[in-house]
C-alpha cells in the first residue's frame, strides 16, 4: 500500500513526444550517426538544407547559373549572424566569374581559395557538418559536381560594444570589460597577453545551444594537470543548453554540497590575464562576459585586480578593510543577536541602558527582529536588481523609509538593529566577489539563528563545521585555504597585505608549480639600488 501511495504521488507525467522510453541525455547518446556524405548534385544539396532548416524564414539559400545557364554555386547562411557587406563582396566577384567560368571545370578548393581572400574556409563532407556550420554563423559554398562544401567564417551581427564593467568597477585601472562575443573577448585577451605560449583549446557543449567553450592557458606556466582536469570534465558534460558560464560552474566545480564557490568569474579581463600569468586557467563561454577562473582560493576573493594597480600600503590597507568588512558581513547581526539576549553582561553598562531603552516599545525578540530586517532588506535588493533604472531610485527611496524611520516610529524594529543591519550590507557591498558576498549572506541566516538559540555558543558551533569545511575544501586539487592550510611562506607576500611589486618574484604557488620564478631574482626597486646617496644604478 506505501509502496502504490509512493508510486501515485512521485509519478511523473508522460510527456508527448517520448515514446515509452526515458527521454535526455541517454536517449541523445543512442541516437545513430546520422551524418551523411554530401551529393555531387547541387540540387540535392539544396534540397537536403531547405529540408534540415526546416526551412527556416532566418535561413537564406541563394544559387547562381554558370555561362551555360546551369546551376553552380549556391551559398547558404543565417540571416543576423554574418557580415552581410563582406558577404556581398566575395558573391559579387564570384558571381562575376562563374558566368564566365565553368567551375566544375576547376579545381573547386583552388577557385574558392583563390576568390575568397577574406575570412578562413573550412572544407565540409558530410551533412552535418554543413549545418553546424551554418548554424554557428558561417557561410556555406557549395559547388555543382563537387562531394564537398566549404564554411567561409565572415561572422558578423549586432553585437554590444566593449564597455565597463558594471560588476567589477575600479577606480585605477582598464575600463574595459569582456562582452557576450566570445571572439571579441580572445581578442581583448590577445591584447594583454602578446606570447605564443597562450593556449586556446575550444569546443561546443549543449545539444542544441552548441555553446563554444573555450579553455585558456599558458603553456609553460599552468600546471598540465590541472589543464587536463578541466577539458576532462568539461567533455563529460552532456546536456541540452549552455546558456552562461553558470551552467558550466556548477557541472565541473568541486564540492557539490558547499556554499563556498570554488570558481571565480570575472567580466575584467585584466584579471584573467592576470590569473594566466599566475597559473590559472580560463575559461570562456560564448554569449556571457563572464569568464570562469579555476584553481582558486579563499583569500583570492578579497583580492581586487586595483590592488595591483596602486601603491602597496595603500593597497594592503585596502585589503585589511575588505577582511575585516569580510567578518563583519558575517558575523555582526549574529553577534549583535547573541550578546543582547544571551550575554548582556558583555555591554558596556551605559550601551546595555540605550539597548534596553530602544527596545522598551519594541515587540518582538531580537532574533526576529533582525530576520525581518535582514529579509526586507534581501526583497529590497532584489527588488532593486531587477527594477528598471528609471524606477531604481524611487525604489531607494521606499527602502531607506521602511528600513530606517518607518520601521523604527512604528515599534517594530530598535534604531540600533537598523544600523546593525545597514552597516551589515555595506560590508558585503565591500567584498569584490560577488557569488562570495552571496554566500557570506546564505551563511549569515544560519549564523542568526544558531545565535538566537543558543547564544554566543551557538556561533562558535556554526562558525566550526565553516572552517572545517572550508580547510577540507578542494578546487581543481588546490586547498582552498591555501596557503594558510597547508602554509606555504612565499604566497604570504601576497595574502593579508601586497609587497612591493618588486619583492614579489615568484608567482603563487599551486599545485605542479611547474613555472615558480616571475621576475629576475636580482630585480630591485631603483631607490634601493641608488642607496643612499642616489647613486644612479644605470650609470
Not at 582560493?297 to 569580510?326: H, K, P, W
Not at 544571551?342 to 533582525?370: D, G, K
Request: net charge neutral; proline share 5%.
Amino acid at each position: 500500500m506505501i509502496q502504490k501511495l509512493k508510486k501515485w504521488l512521485f509519478k511523473q507525467p508522460e510527456r508527448p513526444h517520448s515514446s515509452g522510453g526515458k527521454r535526455g541525455s541517454n536517449d541523445r547518446r543512442q541516437t545513430p550517426d546520422v551524418s551523411k556524405p554530401l551529393s555531387c548534385a547541387l540540387k540535392d544539396n539544396m534540397t537536403m538544407l531547405n529540408q534540415r532548416m526546416g526551412h527556416s524564414s532566418d535561413f537564406v539559400l541563394r544559387s547562381w547559373n554558370n555561362c551555360h545557364g546551369n546551376p553552380s554555386l549556391a551559398v547558404g547562411y543565417i540571416e543576423g549572424l554574418i557580415d552581410q557587406q563582406l558577404l556581398t563582396r566575395i558573391v559579387e566577384d564570384l558571381a562575376n566569374d562563374i558566368r564566365n567560368e565553368a567551375i566544375s571545370d576547376l579545381h573547386d578548393v583552388t577557385w574558392l581559395k583563390d576568390h575568397i581572400t577574406i575570412g578562413s574556409v573550412t572544407c565540409i563532407n558530410n551533412d552535418q557538418g554543413l549545418i553546424d556550420a551554418i548554424l554557428n554563423g558561417e557561410v556555406a559554398f557549395i559547388i555543382e559536381g563537387s562531394s564537398r562544401a566549404f564554411a567561409v567564417s565572415i561572422s558578423g551581427g549586432s553585437k554590444r560594444s566593449v564597455e565597463e564593467p558594471t560588476s567589477q568597477t575600479v577606480l585605477r585601472g582598464p575600463k574595459e570589460g569582456f562582452t557576450e562575443d566570445i571572439s571579441t573577448n580572445i581578442a581583448l585577451l590577445r591584447r594583454k597577453i602578446k606570447s605564443t605560449e597562450l593556449r586556446i583549446e575550444s569546443r561546443s557543449l549543449g545539444a542544441y545551444t552548441q555553446t563554444r567553450v573555450s579553455v585558456v592557458y599558458i603553456q609553460g606556466i599552468a600546471d598540465p594537470d590541472v589543464v587536463q582536469e578541466i577539458s576532462k570534465r568539461l567533455d563529460s558534460i552532456d546536456t541540452d543548453s549552455i546558456l552562461e558560464s553558470g551552467y558550466i560552474e556548477e557541472f565541473i566545480q568541486d564540492g557539490v554540497w558547499t556554499p563556498f564557490p570554488t570558481l571565480n568569474n570575472t567580466e575584467r579581463p585584466d584579471a584573467v590575464a592576470g590569473g594566466l600569468l599566475e597559473g590559472q586557467v580560463a575559461i570562456m563561454v560564448d554569449g556571457t562576459p563572464f569568464v570562469l577562473i579555476a584553481p582558486i582560493t579563499f583569500f583570492r576573493f578579497i583580492v581586487s585586480s586595483e590592488d595591483y594597480y596602486q601603491r602597496y600600503d595603500l593597497a594592503s590597507f585596502l585589503r585589511v578593510i575588505r577582511m575585516a568588512a569580510f567578518f563583519l558581513a558575517l558575523l555582526l547581526p549574529s553577534v549583535y543577536i547573541a550578546t543582547t539576549t544571551f550575554h548582556q553582561e558583555m555591554l558596556p553598562t551605559t550601551l546595555l541602558i540605550s539597548l534596553a531603552a530602544q527596545r522598551e516599545a519594541t515587540p518582538l525578540p531580537t532574533l526576529f527582529e533582525a530576520i525581518i530586517m535582514e529579509l526586507t532588506f534581501e526583497v529590497i535588493r532584489e527588488a532593486g536588481v531587477r527594477m528598471p533604472r528609471a524606477i531604481g531610485p524611487a525604489i531607494s527611496i521606499v527602502g531607506a523609509l521602511v528600513l530606517g524611520q518607518a520601521a523604527v516610529q512604528a515599534g517594530l524594529v530598535s534604531a540600533a538593529m537598523v544600523i546593525v543591519v545597514s552597516f551589515t550590507a555595506i560590508s558585503n557591498f565591500v567584498l569584490p566577489a560577488i557569488n562570495m558576498a552571496g554566500s557570506i549572506r546564505l551563511l549569515r541566516f544560519v549564523l542568526m539563528l544558531l545565535a538566537g538559540s543558543f547564544g554566543l555558543y551557538g556561533v562558535l558551533a556554526g562558525l566550526v563545521p565553516i572552517l572545517v569545511r572550508l580547510v577540507a575544501l578542494e578546487s581543481f586539487g588546490v586547498p582552498y585555504m591555501m596557503p594558510l592550510a597547508p602554509f606555504n611562506r612565499s604566497n604570504m607576500k601576497d595574502l593579508f597585505v601586497r609587497a612591493p611589486w618588486w619583492k614579489m618574484k615568484k608567482r603563487p604557488v599551486m599545485i605542479g608549480d611547474v613555472n615558480p620564478v616571475r621576475q629576475a631574482t636580482e630585480q630591485e626597486s631603483y631607490a634601493e639600488q641608488a642607496g643612499e646617496h642616489g647613486r644612479d644604478p644605470m650609470a
